[in-house]
Each structure stands twice: as structure tokens, then as C-alpha cells.
């Protein structure tokens, strides 16, 4: 069955500095893995995604992710953290059904962005 | 452009009562997913829909679940003699195509007291 795990349940960084927020996944098979971003109010959207082409993997507003196969992991990362950056995201593993994608959720990470 | 809809955006009803929650996927979008979301948790999925075709509703959490998409657009997710634990925020998501990326709506958050 395929799980993943969110290290941390918040996250707070200064704007400016770096953002680490840590996945590590569980899956039978090569994953397909996800990056959700969910803002107040708003729906989730698509950060970015590795269907095992690159193995780092850009996606919108500066953010990436590297998949390492041997650590099972799938960080998301920024080199710079903006103010409108402060979110709540959530690491995805997709579970390969015969008529689609079932999305597996982790728990879900809370940034926060301090001035 | 038009995203996922979802009505109402809120929902109070009292245990016992039946409740239902629409969801407007993007034009011409043929999966449809329905998602609870527990305060404090990830998305979990409940049911999908490829056109007016429910194929999987292995993550319904009882028989007062009920979800249907008639005419293969707009999906209602129906819930009978509602409970307190059942109080949680529900998504909707739909993709264009079969394994498509999935667009989520705002959600809807039921408060059952």
C-alpha cells in the first residue's frame, strides 16, 4: 500500500530564508508523488509533481522537490521564503487504480512566514 | 476560467439530520472525486465518479454515505442521519481525463452538533 509521512506538523522560517518541509513516502512500486499547497478559504492546488522522469522536480513559485529513492523521500524546498508563501501543504503519494489516480494524503505541513 | 464550484460553503445541521453537498466540476471534466478532510488531517479519499459512473466508493465510511453524478456533470454526496464524527470539511475534485491532474474546489465545511 502506498503511504507517505510528513515530518513535520508546522514549520516556521523568517521571510528569506530557506523552506525544508520533509516527506518521506512508502510505496510498493516506483511512485508517481505530489506537492499540494492549500490557502485559507482557497481549494488545493498543484505545487508540482515526479511521475519518474527528473528526478528534481520544479513547480510554481520558486518551489522544487528532489525524489531520493534511497532515503524514500520527496523534500519540498525554496530557496527564499516570501510572506504569501505561509500555507498549508501537503505531500501526495498517487495510488495507480485501473480507472485513474487515487490521491493519498499526508497529514499535511503548516508554514509559517514571520516578517 | 471557471474552476471547481461547491455549495453550500458551509453547513451546520443538527445529528440526525440528512445533508446534502453539491459540487460543480470544470465543463466537460470526466472523473469526479469526493474527499473528507478531518480537522487536523490530509484529504481522504471517498468516492469517484468516471462520467456518470460511480467505480469506486471503497472509501465511503458507511452505508449513509451516498454519492451520485446523474447525468455525468454535477455530483451531489448525500449523507443520511448525520453524526457528530462526520463534521469535516468535503472536496470535490475533477480532471479533465483519467489519471488526469485534479482540480479541487473550496470545500464544503459541515459542523454536525
Known amino acids: 500500500a502506498q503511504s507517505v509521512t510528513q515530518l513535520d506538523s508546522h514549520v516556521s522560517v523568517s521571510e528569506g530564508t530557506p523552506v525544508l518541509l520533509r516527506c518521506n513516502y512508502s510505496?510498493?512500486?516506483?511512485?508517481?508523488l505530489f506537492w499540494y499547497v492549500q490557502h485559507p478559504n482557497k481549494g488545493l492546488q498543484l505545487l508540482l509533481k515526479?511521475?519518474?522522469?527528473?528526478?528534481l522536480v520544479k513547480g510554481i513559485n520558486g518551489f522544487e522537490a528532489e525524489f531520493k529513492k534511497s532515503e524514500t523521500s520527496f523534500h519540498l524546498t525554496k530557496p527564499s521564503a516570501h510572506m504569501s508563501d505561509a500555507a498549508e501543504y501537503f505531500c501526495?503519494?498517487?495510488?495507480?487504480?485501473?480507472?485513474?489516480?487515487?490521491?493519498?494524503f499526508g497529514a499535511g505541513t503548516i508554514l509559517r512566514v514571520k516578517s | 476560467g471557471a474552476g471547481v464550484s461547491q455549495s453550500p460553503r458551509y453547513k451546520v445541521a443538527k445529528r440526525g439530520q440528512d445533508v446534502a453537498l453539491r459540487c460543480d466540476p470544470i465543463s466537460g471534466h470526466v472523473s469526479l472525486f469526493w474527499y473528507q478532510q478531518a480537522l487536523g488531517q490530509g484529504p481522504e479519499f471517498l468516492t469517484y465518479f468516471q462520467n456518470e459512473a460511480q467505480l469506486d466508493k471503497s472509501g465511503l465510511p458507511s452505508d449513509r454515505f451516498f454519492a451520485e453524478r446523474p447525468e455525468g456533470s454535477v455530483s451531489t454526496l448525500k449523507i443520511q442521519r448525520t453524526q457528530k464524527e462526520d463534521s469535516a470539511v468535503y472536496l470535490c475534485?475533477?480532471?479533465?481525463?483519467?489519471?488526469?491532474?485534479?482540480?479541487f474546489g473550496p470545500g464544503t465545511r459541515l459542523t454536525v452538533l
Open positions: 475534485a475533477s480532471s479533465y481525463r483519467q489519471g488526469g491532474t485534479q482540480y
Open positions: 515526479y511521475t519518474s522522469a527528473a528526478t
Open positions: 510505496s510498493s512500486y516506483s511512485p508517481s
Open positions: 501526495v503519494v498517487v495510488y495507480h487504480m485501473e480507472y485513474g489516480n487515487k490521491l493519498v
